[in-house]
């Protein structure tokens, strides 16, 4: 199954946003379109459609129904593709950070809300507290395209090993962490910590980011993200690891190579501690 990574520079501007997703989904299609076989998902980083740019200022948060989803539905179809997007999801009384699957198929739906909020101090810097907006998700969620089962996080959840041993218990084939990495925890922490996700689970992780320098709509705020999307295999190894530009690369994914690990390392059958949900 081949899948496209997608590294966006997303701002407070919904629309503004939701068409510079569609074009680089749709250059790439074109650009690849002589290749014999297209990518049936392409997944996105964290506040795809909206990055609250000023911290402390309003969360443009959207639901399943609004014209957005509508649109980006239409758009799947007519490309016969299945789009995995993170952004502020509303159902009028409660906000999340969540994921949401739209499919060339069916109606959009909420594949996974946020479960760690990511309330932070680091020092010299502004403070961070998602907490503030978001209610925090509490279901550890999967779903399936084309035969593959991922398993959901987002971001900060990438510290918090409990919630990968659980997808590791249920053997994901691959798990996504869509994010928005500050620049500094993700100097420090991005790599090694998506790399050992990959290993503890023996799945694939595809970890599409957020970066560079993100202005504001009224253009007198600016935030930095770290990007590097990268692409991890189950035995560990970096497929790909994106330059810090908009764009999008893609990666296959072979059942074989996951079956090979974990016959290698029959880590599954050893376990003793822990527990699923």
């Known amino acids: 199954m081949k899948v496209t990574i997608v590294q966006l520079n997303s701002t407070d501007d919904v629309m503004q946003n939701l068409d510079n ?13 002589q290749l014999n076989k297209k990518s049936r998902l392409f997944i996105l980083p964290e506040n795809s459609l909206f990055f609250r740019i000023k911290e402390g200022s309003a969360i443009q948060a959207l639901s399943l129904q609004s014209e957005v989803f509508r649109d980006l539905e239409r758009f799947a179809a007519e490309r016969d593709v299945y789009i995995h997007l993170t952004t502020a999801m509303s159902d009028d009384e409660l906000v999340w950070n969540a994921s949401v699957l739209i499919s060339p198929h069916e109606r959009s739906r ?28 509490s279901d550890i969620t999967t779903f399936i395209v084309d035969g593959f089962l991922f398993g959901n996080s987002i971001c900060y959840d990438l510290r918090f090993s409990e919630l990968y041993l659980n997808h590791a218990k249920n053997r994901v084939d691959v798990i996504l962490i869509p994010a928005a990495f500050l620049v500094k925890t993700g100097q420090a922490h991005w790599e090694i910590m998506t790399r050992a996700r990959a290993i503890e689970s023996q799945a694939y992780v595809l970890a599409p980011g957020q970066v560079g320098l993100h202005v504001s709509v009224d253009g007198q705020h ?20 994106m330059p810090n530009e908009v764009g999008c690369f893609d990666i296959v994914l072979e059942k074989s190579k996951i079956e090979s690990v974990r016959k290698q390392i029959p880590m599954s059958g050893h376990r003793r501690l822990g527990s699923v949900k």
């Open 21 to 33: 997703i569609k074009n680089l989904i749709d250059t790439h299609l074109m650009d690849h379109q």
């Open 222 to 241: 600016t935030r930095s993200t770290y990007g590097h999307s990268i692409a991890i295999n189950p035995w560990g190894e970096i497929l790909h690891c």
């Open 110 to 137: 909420i594949v996974y809300k946020k479960i760690h909020l990511f309330d932070i101090q680091l020092e010299g810097q502004t403070p961070v507290k998602e907490s503030d907006f978001f209610k925090n998700g």
